[in-house]
């Protein structure tokens, strides 16, 4: 049987990443920075509810620099072994995620040019898990196209992560009960050759 066609641009850890007490140290700092509704912006200040539904925060460097560094280690390896992109940096700061009862993310890409400057390409997404996926029902983690349950447990436990081409199509389905909790970020550099 062949493979799913996302799968080759996807993979993640069966075992945490981050343990129990780097999950709650990053839970706390996400609380303790300023919250933003995880909305996207259609139009000029046009709020689109029905695209995503969540609250945000942005992780500063200097507040988890030893998490940011083993993250940063883990993708520099993950790359060298599953992706072979040139020139992957991490840039941008992490985003803290909750979706609460009714949250959700519909189906978007991650990939993107940084207009500031330079051009920034993302080329490698990131989430992990931050909860117990037992706190929360919904909320599943899907690639386009594909029913990844039957075909790839993705984040099985607290602070498991999934590491994925930023160009594909992805979502977070809706949840039903609890809150799910999640940190997400996205490595590149020059553009896609």
Same mark, same amino acid.
């Given at each position: 049987m062949r493979e799913p066609e996302w799968k080759q641009f996807v993979t993640g850890t069966e075992k945490p990443l981050l343990n129990d007490e780097q999950?709650? %140290?990053l839970i706390q700092i996400g609380q303790s920075e300023p919250k933003f509704e995880g909305n996207i912006v259609r139009k000029k200040s046009e709020v689109d509810l029905k695209f995503r539904n969540s609250t945000v925060s942005w992780i500063p460097f200097n507040r988890a620099r030893p998490i940011y560094e083993k993250i940063d280690s883990w993708v520099q390896r993950i790359n060298l072994n599953y992706f072979g992109y040139d020139n992957i940096q991490l840039? %941008? @700061?992490g985003q803290y995620a909750e979706y609460s009862k009714g949250g959700f993310y519909n189906?978007?890409?991650d990939h993107g040019v940084n207009m500031k400057g330079m051009p920034f390409v993302r080329k490698i997404s990131l989430g992990i898990l931050l909860n117990d996926p037992k706190e929360f029902k919904g909320g599943e983690f899907e690639f386009f196209g594909e029913v990844t349950e039957k075909n790839f447990k993705i984040f099985p436990v607290r602070g498991s992560a999934i590491f994925f081409a930023s160009f594909l199509m992805h979502r977070? @389905?809706?949840v039903t009960k609890g809150t799910r909790k999640s940190f997400v970020m996205w490595f590149g550099g020059t553009p896609l050759k």
């Open positions: 999950c709650d %140290e840039i %941008e @700061k189906w978007h890409m977070v @389905k809706r």
